[in-house]
């Protein structure tokens, strides 16, 4: 936190005083800007009203990049441009307001008759952003113009029998009016995309035979219009799908996968199948991005604002894009979403937009940018055992190399090490890590990078990583005899001997609430427990009351304590908070 105090200033009656303040501190990263005061009057003292502003600092990116790590992006002239300065330079088309390279009957919307958006595509290529384009026939085959429905010859239909297909008639439409669509689309946008992919979540709309001809006459198709395009092909989530789309011949006509991978297994099943037929992989995930806003109230989102949730969904989000890459061996990674802008003033995290509702970008987007930049054009090689309280990925680039790694289970812990020459660290936001200054590791991913010559060198040094703990938390319940109520006392250290524990916020949650179980605490309005400035080396008890008496009948309740302070985090599980001991990490 950094404070600026500006005494003193004399603006007369009827007038407006402006002065500047730099908000450049020499670092990267997203930020909150906090503005209230005092002002003197003939009529007496009148306090200003706290305003809130957040933005971002990132570095300049080059001019040209891979475009490795991407969004579902609006396209349009402002999105376009912030992701461009951003480096988030690729967008894909699902969703986000981009009908007119997504929706079929859009597109399309009668025989032959086009609506092109030549504009728009050239503003993203303009400003760096690199386009996948993503057809589309919709939910129940929504998209699909109904002139291309239902075609009289059965040798002309293309058949989608789903498990999210209605199953009183089947859907067909036109393989020929298809054909016709993608040879006419990819020719007329040949010099601007280059990757086509053929359907989202196809698996849930058609069975794999079905997506096997779409994908044959698309493929076809396309290569016509433009021999150099790619052909994309969505797939690999569940297991049959793969081997279903093998059997039924459809590996030729696909360039590249692209898919979720959540967990090692459905990463390796991507880069085998990858590795066994000669494809490239993509990723792609989905999930909400939280506000960097604190302070204020909107009518729509009444979560508590205080606790910065932001801090875990940027780790999530991030670390999300970094195994799934390891894992699959892939190329690259695109997060959905990031309309624009996000949401409005009512409700900060609506939809699941990377954007904030005024344009800036939150938290996670800036975190998400920051690995965008030191990963673009690196590949994902796989996951490292190399210390047990680390998670460790690997990924190549030429004859470079990029370790990214964070603290397994929600666990905090700082170390100290001199990187070996040509090598480089960076810290979660793209800041360089400064040689011999301690090092707060948590599960924000940090990343080491330097010359294939160095690897081995680099790898030895997170093997034999020595740690030392910076904080520990004992919690006790205790019934009050006379009172009748349970309270919860939580003792916090610092064994940071260098640096305090300042603007610590505790929470107390249940069922794994990220903003807490209100009804665990009996001041269930305040949610959170607020501490005091802890000194290296001090402690610090707090003794709030349960939500429960004495003689009363009830289940035990598991909780979890987290505390979060100065950007980082740490939790703590209780098997029974009515029986609170000593509490283990949490993940």
């Not at 800007?33 to 933005?55: K, M």
């Not at 690729?90 to 009668?110: G, H, K, Y």
């Not at 975190?367 to 998670?391: C, I, Q, S, T």
């Not at 290296?536 to 598991?558: C, F, H, K, M, S």
Request: aromatic share 10%; glycine share 10%; with cysteine.
């Amino acid at each position: 936190m950094l404070e600026e105090r500006t005494g003193n200033w004399p603006v007369a009656a009827g007038r407006t005083g402006e002065r500047p303040v730099d908000l450049n501190r020499g670092r990267t990263g997203a930020f909150r800007l906090l503005v209230d005061g005092e002002a003197t009057t003939p009529a007496g003292r009148v306090q200003l009203p706290l305003q809130e502003y957040t933005f971002s600092v990132l570095r300049r990116p080059p001019e040209r990049m891979a475009g490795t790590f991407g969004a579902y992006t609006t396209i349009a002239p402002e999105p376009m441009e912030i992701m461009g300065r951003a480096g988030i330079r690729r967008t894909v088309t699902l969703s986000s307001s981009n009908d007119l390279l997504q929706t079929w009957s859009a597109i399309e919307p009668e025989p032959g008759r086009f609506v092109w958006i030549d504009r728009r595509v050239q503003q993203a290529l303009a400003n760096g952003v690199a386009i996948t384009a993503n057809l589309h026939i919709g939910s129940g085959g929504a998209e699909v113009p109904k002139w291309a429905r239902d075609p009289a010859d059965p040798a002309d239909a293309i058949s989608a029998t789903g498990s999210r297909m209605s199953q009183e008639k089947p859907f067909t439409f036109s393989k020929r009016a298809w054909e016709r669509f993608i040879e006419a689309v990819v020719g007329h946008y040949k010099d601007t995309i280059q990757d086509w992919l053929i359907m989202d979540e196809p698996y849930y709309v058609f069975k794999a035979e079905e997506y096997a001809e779409l994908l044959k006459t698309a493929y076809q198709a396309a290569k016509r219009a433009n021999p150099k395009c790619r052909v994309l092909a969505h797939g690999g989530y569940y297991a049959p799908w793969l081997p279903a789309l093998e059997k039924a011949g459809a590996v030729p006509y696909f360039d590249a996968i692209s898919d979720y991978a959540r967990d090692p297994e459905q990463g390796h099943r991507l880069r085998d199948f990858a590795r066994k037929h000669g494809k490239t992989v993509f990723n792609v995930e989905y999930g909400g991005h939280a506000s960097g806003y604190r302070s204020i109230e909107t009518p729509e989102d009444t979560n508590d604002r205080r606790i910065p949730v932001y801090q875990a969904n940027a780790q999530s989000v991030v670390a999300g894009a970094l195994r799934a890459m390891g894992w699959s061996a892939s190329e690259g990674f695109r997060r959905y979403d990031a309309r624009f802008p996000g949401g409005d003033f009512t409700q900060l995290d609506r939809w699941m937009s990377l954007f904030e509702y005024d344009g800036g970008l939150k938290p996670a987007a800036v975190a998400y940018a920051a690995a965008g930049r030191l990963l673009d054009g690196f590949r994902g090689v796989g996951a490292l055992k190399l210390h047990n309280r680390l998670e460790t990925f690997l990924y190549e680039k030429e004859d470079r190399f990029l370790l990214a790694f964070w603290t397994r289970d929600g666990d905090l812990f700082q170390t100290r090490f001199i990187l070996p020459p040509e090598v480089r660290g960076f810290e979660f936001m793209g800041n360089p890590l400064e040689a011999g200054v301690p090092l707060t590791l948590s599960g924000s991913p940090n990343y080491l990078t330097g010359p294939n010559s160095r690897r081995e060198e680099t790898l030895n040094l997170l093997r034999n990583l020595l740690v030392r703990e910076v904080i520990s938390l004992e919690a006790e319940t205790r019934l009050d005899e006379v009172s009748g109520e349970y309270r919860l006392r939580v003792t916090i250290a610092n064994l940071d001997p260098g640096r305090p524990i300042q603007n610590g916020i505790l929470t107390l949650s249940g069922s794994g609430s990220v903003y807490g179980e209100a009804t665990l605490m009996k001041e269930f309005w305040d949610r959170v427990l607020t501490l005091p400035e802890v000194k290296p080396g001090g402690r610090v008890t707090l003794q709030p009351a349960l939500n429960a008496y004495r003689d009363e009948i009830r289940t035990a309740r598991p909780a979890t304590l987290k505390l979060f302070f100065q950007g980082a985090s740490r939790s703590w599980d209780i098997p029974d908070v009515f029986k609170a001991g000593a509490p283990a990490a949490a993940p």
